[in-house]
């Protein structure tokens, strides 16, 4: 467990980056810019990071683990059969979740906007989906490797959650017509040999 002060620096940071994309774009943004406005030195940013990639990847990496944290208990609350349709179903619930609870940072990983941050958010997507689907190769037969499935799903609902939000379509209704699209997907033999 990391310190107390370690957290509150790396917390302020974080936030401070988050801010600072209100204004310019990630490529614009400077350490000793992030610092001053941070209020914090450059040799304790050093500290804790490499350079602001390493920042980017490590509130990359809280999501994910908040999103595993989401995951665990949805699974439990409605999938104790760990049944693969409604385990899929689970982990898009978990990326809309996080998504939409952060959209103060997700709203700034479009390409047009911010090519890193948009490159960087989908192969953490691509990554955890990846290998949420090699463990379940475990249980089932996939007709395809588990990278190319990553691929297609995240492809696919980025896609498709793009479009709704351009045809200005309710959240709620995009979350149930992605998880009826995922779960007819999921639910016919394209993906699973059966």
């Known amino acids: 467990m990391e310190d107390k002060r370690i957290r509150k620096t790396k917390k302020n940071l974080k936030s401070t980056l988050i801010l600072m994309l209100n204004e310019m774009s990630f490529e614009s ?58 385990s899929y179903c689970n982990v898009l619930h978990c990326i809309m979740e996080l998504y939409y609870s952060n959209y103060d940072f997700f709203r700034h990983t479009k390409p047009e906007k911010n090519p890193y941050l948009a490159f960087s958010f989908y192969n953490h997507v691509l990554k955890t989906i990846e290998n949420y689907t ?35 379509v309710p959240l709620e209704q995009i979350k149930k017509e992605a998880t009826s699209l995922l779960t007819g997907l999921l639910a016919s033999d394209i993906l699973v040999e059966t």
Request: glycine share 4%.
């Open 134 to 168: 090699t463990k379940k190769t475990q249980n089932f037969r996939l007709k395809y490797s588990a990278k190319k499935i990553a691929g297609f799903l995240c492809y696919g609902m980025v896609g498709f959650i793009n479009e709704s939000h351009s045809e200005n």
């Open 29 to 86: 943004i400077s350490i000793t810019e992030l610092c001053k406005r941070a209020d914090i030195s450059r040799i304790t940013f050093y500290t804790h990071y490499s350079d602001k990639y390493a920042l980017i990847d490590d509130i990359f990496l809280d999501m994910i683990h908040t999103g595993t944290e989401i995951h665990h208990h949805l699974q439990t609350e409605n999938n104790p059969q760990h049944l693969l349709v409604q």
